[in-house]
């Protein structure tokens, strides 16, 4: 008989699925703008998936998505959620952090995610792009206008790995509505320790 915990978890990973993030989200957005707190959205890709696949085997690219589960799931705090969303994608929900604190964490991810052999034994480097969003501060918005914002920010890290000298495999930046970065209430619990 199939544990109920087990329908909102991804089989590859072990991390939350789509369906479970996306509730949350949900949840923590319309709790964010009632009271007024930050909320802070990444959303991770994975490098090159595709090549791993195809140069080392479809069993490499598992253990590369693995590896940076793994590293994930031991930056993340207790009250931030991670899953993977389909892919190579994931996502962290963190609830009670503004921008600058929630780019700051994704950097300390992307370091620690460079050193996948460290999480994961044997696994040799694997690099990933982030798109950071962060509530409004103003105006009306919910879960699905910071998903869209955090994901243009994705793909425009992905699109400064083509242009030399330009390079932002995390983004925090434009295109955006206006971020809350000093949201009332906030309490900037995002942190960059690596645990």
């Known amino acids: 008989m199939t544990n109920t915990t087990e329908l909102f978890l991804d089989g590859l990973t072990g991390l939350y699925n789509r369906a479970y993030f996306m ?10 703008q009632d009271k007024r707190h930050a909320l802070a959205l ?15 085997g479809r069993p490499a690219g598992d253990l590369a998505l693995q590896a940076l589960a793994d590293a994930l799931r031991r930056s993340a705090h207790d009250h931030q959620t991670v899953a993977r969303l389909a892919g190579d994608q994931f996502a962290m929900l963190l609830p009670g952090t503004a921008l600058a604190t929630a780019t700051q964490f994704a950097r300390a991810i992307r370091s620690l995610v460079g050193r996948a ?22 105006g009306s918005w919910d879960a699905t206008d910071l998903l869209q914002l955090a ?38 619990e995002g942190g960059s320790d690596e645990r």
Do not use: T
């Open 117 to 138: 052999h460290e999480v994961r034994p044997g696994f040799g480097a694997i690099d990933v792009c982030i798109g950071v969003a962060a509530r409004p501060l103003r």
């Open 42 to 56: 990444l959303l991770i890709d994975l490098d090159n998936l595709f090549l791993i696949n195809h140069e080392r």
């Open 23 to 32: 509730d949350r989200l949900s949840e923590a957005a319309d709790a964010a």
């Open 151 to 188: 994901d243009l920010r994705l793909d425009s890290a992905k699109r400064s790995r083509h242009r030399p000298g330009h390079e932002q495999p995390v983004w925090a930046g434009p295109p955006d509505m206006l971020d809350g970065d000093d949201a009332e209430g906030a309490e900037d």
